[in-house]
């Protein structure tokens, strides 16, 4: 069973936090100071780390920047209520893998720490992802579904790609703008939805079954036809 580190000195979001990880069976230790917070992490043991920004004795930024300095590369998902770009940058660059803003979904919230338990576990010498009979070829950036060869746009292909290394997840439009498109991005536009929908034309043609799908309310996920 995966470990989380909940470091959060408010009790009513820890509380949250915690019952929305354990529910998706992951076992959360909390620490409600950044103090007690850097001690757990160092110790080790967690397979993730979710951080606040602002804390007691210890704040977020310094806990994420003294664990990467002594080589901990635990994944780290820092949320915060400072939300403007500039904080958002800062704690990237400081060695967060994700960065959520207060006040925040809880299955969104689960889903970036399903994402992030996820990548930990992929080798980094994966070279070919595969759904179903649509493969993508991560040196040469060619795509195919069954025999035929599909002609991606850069931006199509990254798209893919990170639908493609997390198959059988929900990813929702936030955090796809995130990721392919960066923080400059404004979400409130529809500028994934027509890139999936160009997605979905090419590698989900008439007489395929379809791999893309909808969740209405969350986001896009794909997976091996039902």
């Known amino acids: 069973m995966p ?15 915690v019952a929305e990880l354990s529910s998706h069976g992951l076992d959360v230790d909390w620490a409600d100071n950044g103090r007690e917070g850097l001690a757990k992490a160092i110790a080790g043991g967690y397979d993730l780390i979710t951080v606040d920004r602002m ?9 994420v920047t003294t664990l990467r300095s002594l080589k901990i590369a635990t994944p780290i998902l820092m949320i915060s209520a400072l939300s403007d770009v500039d904080e958002r940058v800062r704690g990237l660059r400081a060695g967060g893998d994700d960065y959520l803003t207060k006040p925040f979904a809880s299955d969104e919230m689960a889903a970036r720490v399903e994402v992030l338990l996820r990548r930990n ?5 994966q ?23 599909l002609n991606l746009l850069p931006t199509e292909y990254k798209l893919l790609e990170y639908l493609m290394r997390h198959s059988g ?31 979905r034309k ?12 909808t969740v209405r309310g969350s986001g896009y996920a794909i997976a091996e036809p039902v």
């Open 3 to 17: 470990r989380v580190l909940t470091i959060e000195d408010d009790a009513v979001t820890a509380q949250e936090i």
């Open 55 to 63: 804390l007691p004795e210890v704040d977020g930024l310094t806990i």
């Open 121 to 125: 576990s992929v080798p980094m010498t």
């Open 127 to 149: 070279t070919r992802l595969q759904v179903a009979d649509l493969e993508l070829d991560l040196i040469s950036h060619e795509a195919r579904r069954g025999e035929s060869s």
């Open 169 to 199: 997840q929900v990813i929702t439009r936030m955090m796809i703008f995130e990721e392919v498109w960066g923080y400059h991005f404004d979400p409130g536009t529809n500028l994934i939805d027509v890139h999936i929908g160009r997605l």
């Open 202 to 213: 090419k590698i989900d043609p008439p007489g395929q079954a379809p791999l893309i799908r």
